[in-house]
């Protein structure tokens, strides 16, 4: 079954090491999204690629970077984790970057940071 | 700014009543209309969208929405609830004005007492 994919599913990290979480896609599609999501709060937006043009949210901290090999995969790096970056984060993806798209997400990927 | 409301914490239903999920949106051009469902330590389950057309949009396991243009309301509803349907749920919107990002709801607990 096409798929989107995150790895690892649990992430443990100490506070200022720096953190990588995967996302791989069958679905080929030209859109990967990374979503922050906090205890029972709404996801939020950090960045997207629409192929290999990266868009960034505005808001979106610069400890928190991401990169785009190919098609199919997406990293988050989170360069020196603080404990408020403790949360869910979640891959999604689209075919297009259009208004009617439908976003697909992964499983996610919850970080504990210690 | 394009934005959604989902006024209720948590929505609590008897196994077998109908479930109503309620959503309202604000958004400068047409709206594109989303239910997500997720269950604990899950990533995001895409259940229907309206983007135009019939007012009543079926989709995943059971689910259907409403649109209402004159009360800008998107309500997710089941007749039967059963008690696998206790998850959160997330109305998101996107409008036709070209901004790419999706706006979530703060979500909504939904409990279904067997």
């Known amino acids: 079954d096409a798929m989107v994919i995150q790895n690892p599913r649990y992430q443990v990290t100490q506070f200022g090491k720096p953190v990588t979480l995967s996302c791989s896609q069958t679905?080929?599609?030209?859109?990967m999204y990374w979503y922050q999501q906090k205890s029972s709060q709404a996801p939020k937006l950090l960045f997207h690629?629409?192929?290999?043009?990266?868009?960034n949210e505005a808001d979106t901290p610069d400890n928190f970077q991401s990169r785009r090999p190919n098609t199919s995969f997406c990293f988050l790096d989170i360069r020196s984790p603080g404990l408020g970056d403790a949360a869910m984060y979640l891959c999604?993806?689209?075919?297009?970057?259009?208004?009617?798209?439908?976003?697909?997400f992964g499983p996610g990927t919850r970080l504990l940071v210690l | 700014a394009q934005s959604v409301a989902q006024p209720e914490d948590q929505v609590n239903v008897a196994e077998g009543n109908p479930l109503t999920v309620k959503c309202t949106y604000s958004?400068?051009?047409?709206?594109?209309l989303f239910w997500y469902v997720q269950y604990p330590n899950r990533g995001l389950q895409f259940l229907l969208k309206?983007?135009?057309?019939?007012?009543l949009v079926k989709g995943s396991y059971g689910f259907e929405a409403e649109f209402n243009k004159s009360q800008t309301s998107f309500h997710l509803k089941k007749p039967s609830a059963l008690v696998s349907d206790s998850a959160l749920y997330f109305c998101?919107?996107?409008?036709?004005?070209?901004?790419?990002?999706?706006?979530f709801g703060k979500g909504n607990q939904v409990v279904v007492i067997p």
């Open positions: 999604a993806t689209s075919r297009d970057p259009g208004d009617q798209e439908t976003q697909y």
């Open positions: 679905l080929n599609h030209n859109v």
């Open positions: 690629y629409y192929d290999k043009d990266f868009n």
């Open positions: 958004v400068s051009g047409n709206p594109y």
């Open positions: 309206y983007i135009t057309g019939d007012n």
């Open positions: 998101a919107v996107r409008d036709s004005y070209g901004n790419n990002r999706l706006a």
